[in-house]
């Protein structure tokens, strides 16, 4: 399976290949940790890094702190609304699509879940998996349902026994492995990426289907920022969105789908203003599932 430096690597050759006179480096760091490093470069003064590059929750952080510098490309034309920041600041580079991940041993296509409520039906009881961090999936579904009845919703799922386990990639192996029949949210990719490689697992979507995009953003002080300018731009061409597609992802720009993206599907956009309450949704999360959660 690829791996995230590999792609980031295969981004950096087309780009440089593109603009011979750059070399692109990238630094890795959790999502959390670089907000505090810009924040604290800010500060100082001092600026290492021209592009950002994470999660929809998080870039929208970065915006409103002031942290990010104002860059409409002319690439963003390509890209839906939802999928870029109305004032200019971000653009997705690609999506995740939320969905059911199923054992294809122990569970039928017969037998599927067609719906978010049928996951409430008493056969599906001990059977069911669910990452402990699964914030994104969990607002998303409140904001679906409406929040009264969406926290109502997640009792009665939380009722069905769900095993929490850390991290979907733990989760997808558990569920190929036969130990969980299905996990209520993984990503697709990932069970696209395992159904290559020969695992007994396929998943299913429900209607409308959750997703949550990384986006991409220049530095407010970077150093170099028509290099930035530039790196945009190849991200979001589509020579540079079709790398993100030979690696399984589905790329954000309008036109360029992955095999395995179901084109009819209703979709709900994550909304990156939600990360202000991403504490209390975290709180209320933990409340539900952990508390409930078999032994």
Known sequence: MTTAREIDEAINRGFTKKYPFLQAR???????????????????????ADIVRTTDWYI??????????????????FFADELKDRDGYYTALYLFLHAAAYNTRLVSKSDLPRSYDDLLDPKWKGKLGLEDGAYVWFVNLLKIKGEKRGIDYMKKLG??????????TLLAILV???????????????????????????????EPGIVHTVLAGINRNAPHPNAARLFIDYLLSEEGQRIYLAESLQPARTGIYAPWFPRGLKLHVNDPEIGDRFADYQKLFNEIFTSSAPN
């Open 26 to 48: 990238k630094f890795r760091i959790q999502s959390q940790k670089l907000l505090v490093r810009f924040e604290a470069e800010s500060r100082a003064g001092k600026h290492i």
């Open 60 to 77: 929208d952080i970065f915006k409103k702190k002031g942290l990010l510098l104002k860059y409409e490309s002319e690439a963003r034309k």
């Open 159 to 168: 009722r069905q026994n769900v095993s929490l386990r850390s991290g979907t």
């Open 176 to 206: 190929a492995a036969g130990e969980i029949p299905m996990a209520v949210d993984l990503y697709s990719y990932q069970v696209e990426r395992a159904k290559k490689n020969g695992a007994p697992i396929d998943w299913v979507a429900f």
